[in-house]
């Protein structure tokens, strides 16, 4: 069969990566991928938002099946249209996506499911929302409502940082329309925790647990960021962890979604805070997280396929598990940024080094923000650039071999953090 991957970034590319090796696909195409999917697949020149491109481009070459990489997408509607059309295609409708396009929704919607979360409150205008930070005597969490590419979310550690960030999410609207609403809740101490499962009508299949790195420097410093590297699987989640969040999240969000008459089909992502009041959710997204997905997809050894299916054709309670075979070695996924990211940033930067680290066993190197120049050389072209990613006999061995790969590679203000999995090691 033939199948359409829809994005540019990492994530796309391990997922075009892993179903080129599906002995059921003929031919992955990538709209409109980068450096990496060129070479497992083949690229088409449509962005993401061009629904009808992409919609005629399916119809021409016979797409069995389209599977959508990035939100923004996906909030805006693309599975409503691409279904109108008669086309099959993987992922939440436009009212389920809310359940990631709107904060506030969000958060209403786990009021309602009564899945834990962090205290909130929902604010329109800037100064109700700064009187009330400045009563608060515990720290706060600012997330403009909508879409910020990963960056909406300001964890602040005072009142004096908090003001500053309704100033620039409300105020200075620096992510535009997405901060028209902003969500203010009690910040939340402890661990973060990434969960992902395939959904398809009552049934839930979670994949193994990762740990993503927000921040942009070591030690969680620095803004938050689309993410700068991730390790699978996360020792903190264990087997109780894994059935709590079933339990208690993953089930009660699709049962409440489902009887309000917008049904979730597609990857739910829970980033989740272990407390120690209990497990809470930080956030939902309604698609694959990238880098959680390099991590993921690296450790899977069955046909990605036959998940995707199961979830489509809502057949994810028959799945026979002891058929899933994941490689027992951890992975550890390490992002190289451009220089200036999360900010500003240069492109067009030549990239060295893949092809030595080509020749190295258990390692593999997605693109995200790369293509190529009128030379033919690999470039940057983004703000998170490649995303390196080892197996190991133990996690120790995965970052070793992630990081010996990531000294073969250069390009000019490349930067990435060192301290990847670190937390998982010094617990061990």
Same mark, same amino acid.
């Given at each position: ?13 391990? /997922? ?14 990538? #709209? ?64 389920? &996506? ?10 209403? /919607? ?10 909130? %409150? ?25 879409? #910020? ?22 105020? %200075? ?42 921040? #942009? ?12 590297? &991730? ?10 962890? +894994? ?24 990857? +739910? ?16 997204? &309604? ?142």
């Amino acid at each position: 069969m033939k199948v359409l991957v829809i994005g540019k970034g990492g994530r796309e590319h391990a /997922l075009v990566w892993k179903l080129a090796r599906s002995p059921r696909v003929s031919k992955v195409y990538c #709209a409109p991928g980068n450096a990496g999917t060129a070479v497992e697949g083949e690229n088409y020149a449509a962005e993401p938002h061009e629904f009808d491109r992409l919609i005629r481009f399916a119809k021409r070459e016979q797409i069995d099946l389209t599977i959508v990489g990035p939100e923004d997408p996906l909030c805006a509607g693309i599975v409503d249209e691409f279904q109108k059309n008669g086309l099959r295609i993987f992922g939440p409708t436009k009212a389920a &996506a809310r359940i990631e396009g709107s904060k506030v929704f969000s958060k209403n /919607l786990m009021r309602h499911a009564d899945v834990p979360t962090a205290d909130f %409150k929902i604010f329109d205008h800037s100064e109700p929302a700064k009187y009330w930070i400045s009563t608060r005597d515990f720290p706060v969490v600012v997330k403009a409502d909508g879409l #910020a590419a990963g960056k909406g979310v300001i964890v602040c550690s005072t009142i004096p940082e908090a003001l500053k960030a309704i100033d620039s999410v409300m105020v %200075k609207e620096e992510f535009g329309q997405a901060g028209r609403q902003v969500v203010v809740e009690k910040r939340l101490e402890g661990e973060e925790l990434s969960v992902l499962g395939l959904v398809g009508g009552r049934g839930i299949y979670l994949l193994p647990c990762t740990q993503d790195h927000k921040a #942009a420097y070591d030690g969680d410093q620095g803004p938050n960021t689309g993410g700068m590297g &991730a390790y699978c699987p996360a020792p903190i989640g264990t087997p109780e962890i +894994l059935q709590e969040v079933e339990d208690k999240i993953f089930v009660p969000i699709i049962h409440t979604m489902k009887r309000q008459r917008f049904p979730f089909s597609g990857t +739910l992502f829970a980033g989740l805070m272990l407390t120690s009041q209990g497990t809470k959710v930080l956030e939902f997204n &309604a698609r694959f997280g990238d880098p959680e997905t390099q991590c993921i997809l690296f450790r899977l050894k069955s046909d990605l396929l036959d998940l995707i299916e199961a979830a489509l054709d809502e057949r994810l309670e028959e799945l026979d598990e002891q058929k899933i075979i994941w490689d027992p070695r951890p992975s550890v996924c390490v992002v190289l940024c451009s220089g200036g990211y999360p900010g500003k940033y240069e492109t067009k930067k030549p990239i060295t080094g893949l092809e030595e680290v080509k020749k190295m066993t258990d390692v593999m190197v997605f693109h995200a923000g790369t293509t190529l120049d009128e030379n033919n050389r690999v470039v940057t072209a983004g703000g998170r650039v490649l995303g390196v990613t080892a197996l190991g006999d133990t996690l120790a061995e995965a970052k070793a071999k992630a990081y010996e790969a990531v000294a073969k590679i250069h390009f000019k203000g490349m930067h990435y953090r060192k301290d990847i999995a670190d937390k998982a090691l010094r617990r061990s």
